[in-house]
C-alpha cells in the first residue's frame, strides 16, 4: 500500500512544478483565463474504470447507469479529487467515459454492448456510443488520457484459455505461437498496433489542441513465474509457470510496448505504470498485491459467481485479474503528474 508520506510528497512536487510554471506566465494571459476551465477526459477499459474498486458510478440505482462499472477509486477519480483540491492555476473538469470490457475499437468506431454483472436490466445493457462521441471531444479539449488494448488481443481471453489448458497439462505459448485457425501472439499485436495507432489518429482529429497522454498496464504477473500458487484461484489459478513467464515477456510487456512506440509516433506522452507496480503482481501475498487473481476481493455488490466460475467457494468475488484500491491508487499518481505537466503548455 502506498505510504501517506510518499504520496504527501508526490502531490507536493505536482504542484510544485505547476506553481512554479505559473510564475512565468504573464499576469495579462493568467487574467484572460482567470473565468476558465481546464477540459480532461479519460478513455479507457477496465483498467481505468474501476469495476469492483469503490463505489458504482452513477451509483446503483441511478438511472443514467450505463454498465460501463466505473467506480469511485478508480484512478480518473482519484486523480479528479486530487485535482480540485490542489488545482493545477484552474479547475479542471473531467469526463470519464471509460467502460468495463473496450477494445480499441470502441474509443473512435464501433459502439460497445457493456457486460456489467451489477444489476443488468432486463434483457442486458443497450449499447453505448464510441468514447470519443460520449465524451464530446472538441477543439476546447486540454487532456486525453487513454487506457486501452489488452481487450483487443484479448488478453483476459488469453488468460482464460492458459488456465484451461494449463489445468490439463498443455501449454497456451505453443497455443498461441502457431494456432490453427486463428491469429498467432505476432499477428495479434501487429493489429493492435494498427488499430491504436488509428485510434490516436481520430482522438488527435476529435480534440486537435489537446494534449494525449496514453496509460500503459501494471505489472499482473510476476517476474518469475514459479512465485505463483497453481492452486490458488485467488493467484493464477492453473496456468503452467512457463506460461506466467510467456504471458508476462511475450504478451504484457509486448503491449505495453506496442502503446509507448505508437505514442512516440504521435509525440504522446506514455505512462509507465509497469515499473512502479513489480512485485505487486497478482501472485503476491494478499497485503502485498495490487492486482486481485482470478477470485479476489471485492464490495458486496460485486457478484462471487460469473458463468462456470464460482469464487464463493473460497469466500471471494470474482476479480479476473484487475487491479484493486491500491493498484488505482499507484495509476493514480503517475496519470496526475502526467496531467499536471501537460496542463503547464495551456
Not at 253 to 264: E, F, P, S, V, Y
Not at 279 to 291: E, L, M, V
Request: aromatic share 6%; net charge negative; proline share 6%.
Amino acid at each position: 500500500m502506498r505510504h501517506p508520506v510518499s504520496r504527501l510528497r508526490t502531490r507536493a512536487l505536482a504542484v510544485g512544478l505547476v506553481l512554479t510554471a505559473a510564475a512565468f506566465v504573464p499576469s495579462g494571459a493568467a487574467g484572460a483565463a482567470a473565468a476558465d476551465a481546464y477540459e480532461w477526459v479519460a478513455l479507457g477499459d477496465s483498467y481505468t474504470a474501476g469495476g469492483f474498486v469503490g463505489e458504482p458510478l452513477p451509483a446503483l440505482g441511478d438511472a443514467s447507469r450505463d454498465g460501463c462499472d466505473r467506480t469511485t477509486e478508480a484512478y480518473p477519480a482519484l486523480v479528479d479529487r486530487e485535482l480540485a483540491e490542489f488545482p493545477p492555476g484552474l479547475p479542471v473538469n473531467l469526463t470519464d467515459v471509460s467502460c468495463g470490457n473496450a477494445a480499441i475499437d470502441h474509443i473512435a468506431n464501433t459502439k460497445q454492448t457493456p457486460i456489467s454483472p451489477v444489476q443488468p436490466p432486463e434483457g442486458g445493457w443497450p449499447a453505448v456510443d464510441t468514447q470519443i462521441e460520449r465524451a464530446g471531444l472538441n477543439s476546447e479539449t486540454d487532456v486525453v488520457t487513454v487506457g486501452v488494448g489488452g481487450n483487443s488481443l484479448p488478453f483476459g481471453d488469453m488468460l482464460g484459455e492458459c488456465l484451461k489448458l494449463g489445468t490439463i497439462g498443455k501449454s497456451c505459448r505453443d497455443h498461441y505461437t502457431d494456432p490453427e485457425g486463428e491469429e498467432s501472439i505476432d499477428e495479434r499485436l501487429q493489429r493492435v498496433e494498427q488499430e491504436y495507432i488509428g485510434m490516436l489518429v481520430k482522438v488527435h482529429d476529435a480534440a486537435p489542441n489537446a494534449k494525449v497522454i496514453t496509460v500503459g498496464y501494471p505489472a499482473v504477473l510476476p517476474e518469475d513465474g514459479s512465485a505463483c500458487n497453481r492452486l490458488a484461484l485467488t493467484e493464477l489459478g492453473g496456468i503452467t509457470h512457463a506460461d506466467v513467464d510467456w504471458l508476462r515477456e511475450d504478451v504484457l510487456k509486448k503491449l505495453n510496448a506496442t502503446i509507448q512506440r505508437d505514442a512516440g509516433f504521435f509525440g504522446d506522452q506514455y505512462v509507465d505504470v509497469y515499473s512502479s507496480s513489480v512485485g505487486h503482481d497478482a501472485c503476491q501475498p494478499a497485503d502485498t498485491k495490487w492486482i486481485e487473481g482470478v477470485c479476489g476481493d471485492a464490495p458486496d455488490y460485486w457478484p462471487t459467481k460469473v458463468g462456470v466460475l464460482n469464487c464463493a467457494i473460497i469466500g471471494k468475488r470474482v476479480t479476473l485479474v484487475h487491479p484493486n484500491a491500491e493498484g488505482h491508487a499507484n495509476t493514480a499518481q503517475h496519470v496526475e503528474r502526467a496531467v499536471r505537466i501537460a496542463l503547464l503548455d495551456r
